[in-house]
T-cell receptor
Framework: GNSVTQMEGPVTLSEEAFLTINCTYT??????LFWYVQYPGEGLQLLLK?????DKGSNKGFEATYRKETTSFHLEKGSVQVSDSAVYFC????????????FGKGTKLSVKP | SAVISQKPSRDICQRGTSLTIQCQVD?????MFWYRQQPGQSLTLIAT?????????ESGFVIDKFPISRPNLTFSTLTVSNMSPEDSSIYLC???????????FGPGTRLLVL
């Protein structure tokens, strides 16, 4: 079946630190991969996505590269800000699944000034 | 991307009552999804709602508890029936974008059942 595993949180960093949130997946078929972000008290927002191997998704300084060989889609940011404090969800969808998303459990990030 | 609104944004309800959540999209979409996010947890798909047909429910969710309407291509409702404290969650609707795979989410409805 299809599933997503992401690193357990919470993750606490100081402002301007480097961020990595690991995400690996298993999928039957050819998945598209997504990172969603949920800021406190809000719904989910699409952060970035990649639809095929070696694609790099990027947005707001965040990046993730679709690595088929390691079945990974790790989220990175070179210098986090306090405003990046949120819960980050890795997710996948498989072609033909009519948009059904499989979510990871979420990783809570807290950035301290 | 689609602009999605939900009503109410939050509510506090008594056990045994029902609450209907509305989801409005600014464009016509074929598929809409309803999710539940229990406190501190990830999202769980409740059902897929297509216009003109019965909603398709995921394992563990039944129509009697979570009836869904989809009267047109821009609107859907989810009712949480006969509520108990275990129903306290965030309920989110989402739609699939024009690429037929990226989902866009509403802001969520935060429900507390006492």
């Amino acid at each position: 079946g299809n599933s997503v595993t992401q690193m357990e949180g919470p993750v606490t960093l100081s402002e301007e630190a480097f961020l990595t949130i690991n995400c690996t997946y298993t999928a039957t078929g050819y998945p598209s991969l997504f990172w969603y972000v949920q800021y406190p008290g809000e719904g989910l927002q699409l952060l970035l996505k990649a639809t095929k191997a070696d694609d790099k998704g990027s947005n707001k300084g965040f990046e993730a590269t679709y690595r088929k060989e390691t079945t990974s889609f790790h989220l990175e940011k070179g210098s986090v800000q306090v405003s990046d404090s949120a819960v980050y969800f890795c997710a996948l969808s498989v072609i033909g699944s009519q948009g059904n998303l499989n979510f990871g459990k979420g990783t809570k990030l807290s950035v301290k000034p | 991307s689609a602009v999605i609104s939900q009503k109410p944004s939050r509510d506090i309800c008594q056990r045994g009552t029902s609450l209907t959540i509305q989801c409005q999209v600014d464009s016509q979409v074929t598929m809409m999804f309803w999710y539940r996010q229990q406190p501190g947890q990830s999202l769980t798909l409740i059902a897929t709602a297509n216009q003109g047909s019965e909603a398709t429910y995921e394992s563990g969710f039944v129509i009697d508890k979570f009836p869904i309407s989809r009267p047109n291509l821009t609107f859907s409702t989810l009712t949480v029936s006969n509520m108990s404290p275990e129903d306290s969650s965030i309920y989110l609707c989402s739609v699939v974008g024009h690429d037929q795979e990226t989902q866009y989410f509403g802001p969520g409805t935060r429900l507390l059942v006492l």
